[in-house]
Structure formats: C-alpha cells, structure tokens
C-alpha cells in the first residue's frame, strides 16, 4: 500500500513538473509551480525530511509561489502580444534539442555517482554532540556549513534591496505595495485578527524547538510574515515606510549579529564562525533569535513589493 502510494506521489511529482513547464499560460504555470511545491512537501514528509518539508512548503511553494503568481498578474498585459510573436519551429526544436541534452547530461552525472554514493553524515553525527543540539538539521546548518547560511540570510536581505529598487524615483522611501481597504465585517478581516495570535504561538514554538527537532528560524520566520502580510491585507495595519530607521536596522540586525559572532569566533576559537567549547549552543540560540525578526520581516517585504506610496 505504501509502496503504491509513494509511486503515485512520484507520478503526480512529475506530471505537475511538465505541467509548470509546458503550460503557454504565465498564471497557469505559476499554479502548477504552486502545486508542485505542496507536493515536494509531501514527498519530504514521506522521506521523513521534516525540516525540508517545512522549508518547501513556506519558501519554495509559498514565498516563490507567491511571487511568481504577482509577476504573472503583472504579465497579462503583455503576454498577449508576446504570443503573437512566438518563435519559429526552428527555435523550437533547437530549445527542446537543447534541453533535452541538459537533461541526459544531469542523468548521467547522476548515474555515474559511486555506490554507495560518499556522504559526510557519519561524520556530522560523530560530532553532532560537539554542537549541543539535537536536530542534525540545525546543527548542520549552523556549525558544520554556517557560511552557507550566512550567506543565505544576507541574500534574502539583498533580495528586498533588489524589490525596493524597482520603486519610482518619487516613491522612494514610501510604503511598499497599495493601501488595502477592507470591509472590517468581512471573513478577511475576522481571520486577520483571529489567526495572528495563533499564528505567533505557532511560530514561536517551532522556533523554540528548532534545536532539538524540526524546525528553526526560517519556517517560524514564514509563518510570522504570513501572518503580518494577512493583517495588512485585512486593512487593519499599513505597510511601514522603508526610509524608516527602526525596519533597516531591524533587517539588519540579524546578519550583523551572526557576522559579530563569527568574527569573535576567530580570537575565542580561532577560526570564522567557530564556537568555543560549551558555548555553541547559547552562540548558535542568540544568533537564531537575532535572524528571527530581520527575516520575517525580510520575506514579508518581498511580497509587499516596491514603494508606491508616500510615508505620509
């Protein structure tokens, strides 16, 4: 039984794979991406990859779903007059040649691996105590590969940099997105101060145990993005300008603190982002609850978008 249905998540994987891919349509593709996002949850919740599923589910099919689906809206107008002009079947069949040669070169460097394949999880679990925590998943990412990560949350930060420069000039330092107006009886309106409150008791909580199970900064960031960007869809909040003081310091903050960190780990370890011994969990703690509120903040304006408005 097992067995068939994991054969079915493959075939249904796959099936909205070439769906994304194939669709002429901007906004169908942008759904089917959507859903295969959802489904690639599944599939790691199958592997028992919680922490993974949790990320794809948020970042990978939520976030980038998110936008992909604001940027078809934005491409109506034009997708139009670009299928008037499609490419000839020359191009075409040079496209899918192309492609298809991409796609037997990664099988084969796939299927040239040795077996057993080689892997450093022996070695991360003979020194996963070192770190003090119990989810190898953190303990990864935050001692054995923390440049990876670092590096991870300053791209998230230079991604809002890179939104916030598509402003108009007159707009610049203005609030992002449009003003929303809400019918304070509406469902949008109860569930935006219903599901707050719930939403903060979940994210904090998934943060907490993010040391010893699944779960972590990133995801219970997600979830405190979602829950802001509902209340300012809702229209009981606005979206705070960007020339303000107190939101850059806030987006900075985090990455400032795990670079303070890792700077201090050359003198009191003498490596970059090495921790001394008995303090790399307290160190590996602060430096989460520091990303915390720079990258719920981060992903949120993401998906707020562009200055628009004025800060008046």
């Known amino acids: 039984m097992i067995a068939a249905l994991n054969t079915m998540l493959a075939m249904l994987i796959l099936g909205l794979a070439a769906w994304t891919v194939i669709a002429r349509g ?4 942008a759904v089917g991406f959507v859903a295969f996002g959802m489904t690639l949850t599944l599939a790691w ?13 948020a970042i990978g099919g939520g976030l980038t779903g998110a ?11 034009t997708e139009a007059a670009a299928r ?22 990664l099988a ?22 070192a770190t003090g ?46 003003l929303h107006r809400v019918d304070p009886n509406t469902i949008l309106a109860y569930l935006a101060r219903v599901l707050p409150p719930i939403g903060i008791v979940v994210s904090v909580y998934i943060f907490w ?7 972590g900064k990133f995801q219970s960031a997600s979830i405190l993005a979602a829950m802001w960007l509902l209340v300012v869809m809702a229209g009981l909040t606005d979206a705070p300008p960007i020339s303000r003081p107190s939101l850059r310091l806030a987006l900075i903050g985090g990455p400032v603190v795990f ?42 304006l993401i998906l707020a978008g562009a200055p628009k408005r004025p800060a008046r």
């Not at 901007?26 to 593709?29: I, N, Y």
């Not at 919740?45 to 589910?57: K, N």
């Not at 145990?209 to 779960?215: K, R």
Request: aromatic residues 6%; hydrophobic residues 60%; glycine residues 10%.
């Open 26 to 29: 901007t906004f169908a593709a």
């Open 45 to 57: 919740v199958q592997l028992q990859g919680v922490d993974v599923a949790l990320m794809e589910g």
């Open 67 to 77: 936008m992909l689906i604001l940027a078809a809206g934005r491409l109506r107008a």
């Open 84 to 105: 008037a002009e499609r490419p000839g079947p020359r191009i075409r069949i040079a496209a899918a040649v192309v492609a298809a040669c991409l796609t037997a070169a």
């Open 108 to 129: 084969a460097a796939v299927l040239a691996l040795p077996s057993p394949a080689p892997t450093l999880a022996h070695a991360t679990a003979d020194n996963l105590a």
């Open 133 to 178: 925590v119990g989810n190898p998943i953190t303990g990864v990412l935050m001692a054995f590969r923390a440049m990876d990560t670092l590096l991870e949350a300053i791209v998230v930060l230079f991604t809002v940099i890179g939104v916030w420069s598509l402003a108009p000039d007159g707009a610049w330092g203005g609030r992002p997105g449009r």
């Open 209 to 215: 145990i993010g040391a010893e199970l699944p779960g």
């Open 259 to 300: 670079i303070a960190i890792g700077a201090a780990g050359v003198v009191t370890a003498g490596e970059f982002l090495a921790y001394p011994d008995g303090f790399a969990k307290p160190l590996i703690k602060v430096i989460e609850f520091a990303l915390l509120p720079s990258l719920a903040l981060a992903l949120a």
